[in-house]
């Protein structure tokens, strides 16, 4: 086997790790992406073994079974997606995934409801506030410039939305941040 599917690899960091844990074992790899290590020379049982017990501590796991990398794919393209500028995105995410990964959306969407407990559209909605806190926290881009560049149809669609899933309204979650900003920066100076 040349490739091996990787579970909870969901950022660039991730995948920085990964690569200098290969590179510290000794592997030449070929590549290294969301959810994937594809090896120059297939790897052997033991190899396998080696790189799973090294990657473990590190939070991620080797998956083997079809349904759970499924999964795992359909989760690291979601978090691609939400990663670029959505507002480019003239196609459904239903029509994204069974595109990105060649099977039909709703085989992909019962598979992921079933093993995860929840839809596709909630784990898209759960990434893409996450997002969201991101570029609130960062304070580089308005409101209207987050719900235009997450794909939001409105700011009043995105507040709705970010207030469902944080309990906190977008502007009273950047108080709170900055709130516990002062108290460390105080605490700090003392």
């Known amino acids: 086997m040349k490739t091996l599917r990787i579970k909870n690899m969901v ?10 844990t290969m590179e510290d074992l000794g592997y ?8 994937m290590i594809e090896f120059h020379e297939p790897i052997t049982l033991d190899d396998r073994d080696k790189i799973e017990n090294a990657i473990k501590p590190l939070g991620f796991e080797i998956l083997s079974d079809r349904k759970s990398m499924l999964i795992e794919r359909i989760k690291n393209q979601i978090i691609e997606l939400v990663s670029k500028d959505m507002n480019d995105l003239t196609i459904t995410l239903s029509e994204y995934l069974a595109s990105k990964l060649q099977t039909e959306y709703h085989t992909l969407s019962s598979l992921f409801s079933t093993q995860e407990s929840q839809t596709i559209e909630q784990y898209y909605i759960l990434q893409k506030i996450e997002k969201v806190k ?23 669609h995105l507040s709705n939305q970010f207030k469902k899933v944080t309990g906190l309204a977008p502007t009273h979650f950047k108080e709170v941040k900055i709130s516990k900003e002062e108290v460390l920066q105080n605490i ?3």
């Open 188 to 190: 700090e100076t003392k």
């Open 134 to 156: 991101e570029l609130l926290v960062y304070d580089e881009l308005t409101l209207s410039e987050i719900a235009y560049k997450m794909n939001y149809s409105s700011v009043g």
């Open 11 to 20: 950022c660039p960091r991730c995948i920085m790790v990964i690569e200098k």
């Open 28 to 35: 030449d790899l070929n590549d290294v992406d969301l959810g």
